[in-house]
């Protein structure tokens, strides 16, 4: 009887140990964030809160979308899988009648398994009819937009209805004051975190900034040295800095994994209400690297060696696999994941590689490019490029322009300038290939192929 006694206080000595081992995380997903837009990434905006997630963690320089627009960019990252495999491509708008399905298995889904309180602050985008929105996908507390700022009726370029921030799932108000939304975003996530902080947590803070049109508040405006669109950047780095506060003031720091991170490049067509994303070329809308290349960095102290930098390719698909082996659990092993367990780049562990032999470049429904390695080769596709920046919030000019079959050695270089194509011909054979399986498993518009492995995205046809 003592031996039995005593192997069952083991038990739950180990159970106990085991749940406190369960570490935190934290997801801060900017809006149109270009990859030059954060100090220590070479903006001349100073972000001081950022970098030193950087200072104190990993900073990834190839690290990707899985589409250069809001709603594929945030599928994927949730989902763990290609835009185009769950069926959302684009930007969904007010008038959607689809949303993220509900037999897709989100971050917040396979983390309450394994005990989580979860919660998102910020922007959704995967549909905004009830059940498509958040506490229908596995977390416990909502509040924000449902898409993007500029669906709102004085958007000069469609007709939108009033733009509603929802908390849980009922609309708060219509039409907030958007030069409060980082701020009550903050808010929200301190309360989250404060009041969670004896069990582990999923926060997620998908700010809708720096999305056009640009709001800041008054505590900020004027602050930055850099414009409007530098004091926007300026307090979402206000915003990381009273997150990074509150786990420190809960003793959470040692337990908590941030990740900060954007969900596609710069919207360089609003000009001076648009960031950077060089070296790299052009930015959001495009398969070019400016569009799906972000800036990210993270930080584990204690567990992610501080200052490191990791220059494998890496995407927002991997954060599923990555945040549930780490949890203790695993990813769903139905379907098809696509995203990969990024711990040994994230910890910096001797030789750790990329766990992607390939990496598509999706826009829409088009296949557009892939990488392998350094290498990157385009398919033949039209690209828009600015050929007048605006001024003022005032949307500016673009033209499209034609690429395909030309080469890219991204190592040397990064700004997609010269074609090697003819030098290597076996490297482009080789990407061929790849492009080829893709368009049999995720299908191409371009070449009329549907994809053998892709699931529905959810429809409604009446209900709201």
Known sequence: MLRVLVLLLLLVSCGLKAADAKPNFVLIFCDDLGYRDISCFGSPIKTPHIDRLASEGVRFTDFYVSQAVCSASRAALLSGCYSNRVSIRGALGPTARNGINPDEKLIPEVLKERGYATAIFGKWHLGHLRPFLPLQHGFDEYLGLPYSNDMQPENPHGKYPPLPLIDGNDVKENNPDQRNLTTWYTERAVQFIRKNKEKPFFLYVPHSMPHVPLFVSDKHKDKSGQGLYGDV??????????????????????????????????????????????????????????????????????????????????????????????????????????????????????????????????????????????????????????????????????????????LFDLENDVGETTDVAAKYPEIVKKLEAYLEAARED???????????????????????
């Open 233 to 406: 950047i300026a307090e979402i780095d206000w915003s990381v800095g009273e997150i990074l506060k509150t786990l420190k003031e809960q003793g959470l720091d040692e337990k908590t994994l941030v990740v900060f991170t954007s969900d596609n490049g710069p919207w360089l067509v609003y000009g001076d209400h648009a960031g950077s994303a060089l070296p790299l070329r052009e930015g959001k809308a495009t398969t070019m690297d400016g569009g799906m290349r972000v800036p990210c960095v993270m930080r584990w102290p204690g567990k992610i060696p501080a200052g490191t930098i990791c220059k494998e390719l890496a995407c927002t698909m991997d954060l599923l696999p990555t945040f549930a082996k780490l949890a203790g659990g695993a990813a769903p092993t139905d379907r098809i994941i696509d995203g990969k367990d990024i711990w040994p780049l994230m910890s910096a562990q001797p030789d750790a590689k990329s766990a992607h032999e390939a990496f598509y470049y999706y826009w829409l429904d088009e296949l557009q490019a892939v990488r392998s390695g350094k290498w990157k080769l385009h398919a033949p596709h039209a690209y828009l490029t600015i050929t007048e920046p605006g001024k003022d919030g005032i949307r500016g000019k673009g033209a499209n322009r034609q690429i395909g079959g030309e």
């Open 442 to 464: 995720l299908g191409d518009s371009r070449t009329s192929r549907k994809g053998k492995n892709v699931r529905p995205a959810g429809k409604l046809e009446n209900d709201k």
